[in-house]
T-cell receptor, first 113, second 111 residues
Framework: GESVGLHLPTLSVQEGDNSIINCAYSNSASDYFIWYKQESGKGPQFIIDIRSNMDKRQGQRVTVLLNKTVKHLSLQIAATQPGDSAVYFCAEAVYNQGGKLIFGQGTELSVKP | NAGVTQTPKFQVLKTGQSMTLQCAQDMNHEYMSWYRQDPGMGLRLIHYSVGAGITDQGEVPNGYNVSRSTTEDFPLRLLSAAPSQTSVYFC??????????FGSGTQLSVL
């Protein structure tokens, strides 16, 4: 069935290093992918998105890469800071199903000072 | 703009009780949705609405009802709470774009 999952449940990095969070998806019909950041006790916060006709998109300190051949999505965070510590979710938009988002399980990023 | 506002933030119910989780947005978004978040399960879609007067089921709709009488409000009703409904509930909305904007959540415990 359809699924969006993450390869690693936890990721620990040193402050200043780059972080890479990975996500696999199975529905080749999806046309849109989003990364969310969720801090403890808060709702998910939009980070960056990418459409299926793109393979890379950059934001402020973040880059999302999409590899449709292997159905893989990644979020790269440059110069990771303690404030980046959170759970990161990828989500897949299936618009022939009314625009519903399917979320992965999440990866917890821990930044060590 | 306040964004997406959820009330209450915390709630404890006994099995069989009913209650309504409130959600309001002031961004004039047509699309609104409810998710539940359980440990290790990510976010799962309960119900959603593409506009006032229109609602539809998501992945896990059983035990929940919704209505959308106005663009601003999208309440979620639990008619007879069960321990399996213990979770954190998030309301979210979006405009013509793709990204959802989430509220801060309601932590519900059913004893």
């Amino acid at each position: 069935g359809e699924s969006v999952g993450l390869h690693l449940p936890t990721l620990s990095v040193q402050e200043g290093d780059n972080s890479i969070i990975n996500c696999a998806y199975s529905n080749s019909a999806s046309d849109y992918f989003i990364w969310y950041k969720q801090e403890s006790g808060k709702g998910p916060q939009f980070i960056i998105d990418i459409r299926s006709n793109m393979d890379k998109r950059q934001g402020q300190r973040v880059t999302v890469l999409l590899n449709k051949t292997v159905k893989h999505l990644s979020l790269q965070i440059a110069a990771t800071q303690p404030g980046d510590s959170a759970v990161y979710f990828c989500a897949e938009a299936v618009y022939n199903q009314g625009g519903k988002l399917i979320f992965g399980q999440g990866t917890e990023l821990s930044v060590k000072p | 703009n306040a964004g997406v506002t959820q009330t209450p933030k915390f709630q404890v119910l006994k099995t069989g009780q009913s209650m309504t989780l409130q959600c309001a947005q002031d961004m004039n978004h047509e699309y609104m949705s409810w998710y539940r978040q359980d440990p290790g399960m990510g976010l799962r879609l309960i119900h959603y609405s593409v506009g006032a007067g229109i609602t539809d089921q998501g992945e896990v709709p059983n035990g929940y009802n919704v209505s959308r009488s106005t663009t601003e409000d999208f309440p979620l009703r639990l008619l007879s709470a069960a321990p399996s409904q213990t979770s954190v509930y998030f309301c979210a909305s979006r405009d013509g774009g793709r990204a959802l904007f989430f509220g801060s959540g309601t932590q519900l415990s059913v004893l």
